[in-house]
């Protein structure tokens, strides 16, 4: 490589120790010969714009940003992607050549991709679909549907209240249904996505019957630790089409790499397997 510039960038959260972007990041760093690194940042939440606003000061290209800093940092841009303005969060910063903060957010592009690689046929306005969850990650995901022409989207949350706040912020085509509702909104869907944390490792499964689930219809869950969920399991053996949440973890890597390090990073399958196990460890 003809220019020696060593180019930093990492990831900024707290706690962020269990991040597996390390390994995604750097594995693709070694695999283009590329002269950087990628590292953690544990930023506690008083200190977020300090270390922000320091990036650029201690070399840093840029630097992705997990819970609890996404919509915070946003405020913290100098510029912000559309997109990520319309989420309401960032998940990536990009130290521009004169110094300046843009923001993106590239989670909706790796929820998508992950849906594309593991059924390519499929498509957004193929039926209704059932989102659970109104946090952050559903934002992302509901936008993200929404713009790859998703018709009927029904929104369902533990705290009602969250999911009709939601549901008007976003309009058409999001509508929120009351969560003691949800085991019959699930009639005649598409697909059924899961941006919740029930469960992920450590919490309790999520309270969900499938049995007005078409079995034709596709299950999406944004979890990756473990790599199938109690809902996955359950859908897997009535013989639902499954996707986990690995595929967006790695796919929404892949435009920041590009924005900090140069190159588009491909998602080989050696690089799935080293993900994979390190998820299972």
């Known amino acids: 490589m003809a220019d020696k510039k060593f180019v930093l960038a990492g990831v900024m959260g707290w706690p962020v120790g269990h991040s597996r972007s390390p390994l995604l990041h750097n594995h693709w760093l070694k695999k283009y010969k590329l002269n950087g690194a990628y590292v953690l940042l544990p930023v506690q939440p008083g200190r977020l714009t300090d270390a922000v606003r320091g990036l650029g000061a201690l070399g840093f290209a840029g630097c992705n940003v997990t819970l609890p800093h996404k919509v915070e940092a946003m405020a913290l841009m100098d510029s912000v992607a559309p ?6 969060a960032i ?38 679909i059932a989102v659970l969850g109104a946090g952050g990650a559903a934002r992302a995901v509901l936008v993200a549907l929404a713009e790859r022409g998703a018709k ?19 309009g058409a085509p999001v509508t929120a249904l009351p969560w003691d509702v949800r085991h019959d909104a699930l009639a005649n869907v598409a697909m059924l996505v899961n941006t919740t944390s029930q469960g992920m490792h450590g919490n309790p499964a999520l309270d969900l019957d499938l049995h007005t689930l078409p079995r034709d219809a596709l299950v999406s869950d944004i979890i990756y630790v473990p790599l199938e969920t109690p809902l996955l399991a359950q859908a897997r053996a009535r013989g639902n089409p499954t996707v986990n949440g690995l595929g967006m973890l790695m796919n929404q890597a892949r435009p920041a790499f590009e924005a ?22």
């Open 152 to 170: 009927d989207i029904r929104l369902l949350n533990r705290t009602d209240t969250k999911a009709l706040e939601l549901a008007a912020e976003l």
């Open 91 to 128: 998940n990536t910063v990009v130290v521009q050549p004169d110094g300046s903060l843009h923001g993106t957010n590239n989670d909706g592009f790796g929820y998508i991709a992950s849906l594309l690689e593991a059924h390519p046929a499929w498509h957004a306005d193929a039926g209704p």
């Open 260 to 281: 900090w390090f140069g190159v588009m990073p491909d998602i080989t399958p050696e690089l799935r397997q080293a993900m994979e196990t390190s998820v299972r460890a």
């Open 83 to 88: 997109m990520a303005r319309k989420i309401g």
